[in-house]
């Protein structure tokens, strides 16, 4: 049984920092999709983060553009696990932070933001962004 299972959410002021993990279960996702999205109440659900692999050990990252320059995601493939840097966080990066992987380890570079072509999902971490 696959399981995603972030931690590291919190209440941060306005300008601070936390940093994200997710762990995953149950199979190896080295080379395959490993991202970010998140939910604020009464929206819904977006993208954050997401890295894709072009061969070898090499993979690139993809950033939502409200987040560029501030978050940075991370991958640890022997750990088989996925973090999000945190940093300058504002009031409106206050959401529910999902873990999320995908089973298609091609996934076409236009996609690679759409909700549907992750498969798996953590249960969420929240993180407050208030003084």
């Known amino acids: 049984q696959v399981q995603l299972v972030e931690s590291g959410g919190g209440l941060v002021q306005p300008g601070g920092s936390l940093r994200l993990s997710c762990a995953a279960s149950?199979?190896?996702?080295?080379?395959?999709?490993m991202a970010w999205f998140r939910q604020a109440p009464g929206k819904e659900r977006e993208f954050v983060a997401t890295?894709?692999?072009?061969?070898?050990?090499?993979?690139?990252?993809y950033y939502g553009d409200s987040v560029k320059g501030r978050f940075t995601i991370s991958r640890d493939n022997a750990k088989n696990t996925v973090s999000l840097q945190m940093n300058v966080l504002k009031p409106e990066d206050t959401a529910v932070y999902y873990c999320?992987?995908?089973?298609?380890?091609?996934?076409?570079?236009?996609?690679?933001?759409?909700?549907?072509?992750?498969?798996?999902w953590g249960q969420g971490t929240q993180v407050t962004v208030s003084s």
């Open positions: 890295t894709r692999w072009i061969g070898g050990s090499a993979y690139n990252k």
């Open positions: 999320a992987a995908s089973s298609t380890r091609g996934l076409i570079l236009s996609t690679i933001t759409n909700i549907e072509k992750y498969d798996y």
């Open positions: 149950g199979r190896s996702f080295s080379n395959y999709p």
